[in-house]
Nanobody, 121 residues
Framework: EVQLVESGGGSVQAEGSLRLSCAAS????????MGWFRQAPGKEREGVAV????????NYVDSVKGRFTISRDNAKNTPYLQMNSLQAEDTAMYYC???????????????WGQGTQVTVS
């Protein structure tokens, strides 16, 4: 059974930082691109950051460039999202996902976690 379990969310003041983690199991982690997505109330889910299997390629949505950094530790089956200079508009449920292509599109990902809430005030 594939499992993706996010952690690290919480409430933070503007300009603060959070680091999200995602414990992955039940599939070959090293063979999958990993992505972080978010969904705010009343909005569609959007791709935030994605990383290739070997960490040599990353991509970010424009609104987080220079503030967020995606990384992965293949030995620990864990991707991370370091979020700095958080703003109120970053408030959302954040999801990690595993897929076969490095893409910010929701449809490119096969496996999804349940999400972790990030609230910036």
């Amino acid at each position: 059974e594939v499992q993706l379990v996010e952690s690290g969310g919480g409430s933070v003041q503007a300009e603060g930082s959070l680091r999200l983690s995602c414990a992955a199991s039940g599939y070959i982690f090293n063979n999958h691109c990993m992505g972080w997505f978010r969904q705010a109330p009343g909005k569609e889910r959007e791709g935030v950051a994605v990383i290739s299997t070997g960490s040599d390629n990353t991509n970010y949505v424009d609104s987080v460039k220079g503030r967020f950094t995606i990384s992965r530790d293949n030995a620990k089956n864990t991707p991370y999202l370091q979020m700095n200079s958080l703003q109120a508009e970053d408030t959302a449920m954040y999801y990690c996902a595993a897929g076969g292509a490095i893409s910010l599109r929701v449809g490119a990902y096969n496996y999804w976690g349940q999400g972790t809430q990030v609230t910036v005030s």
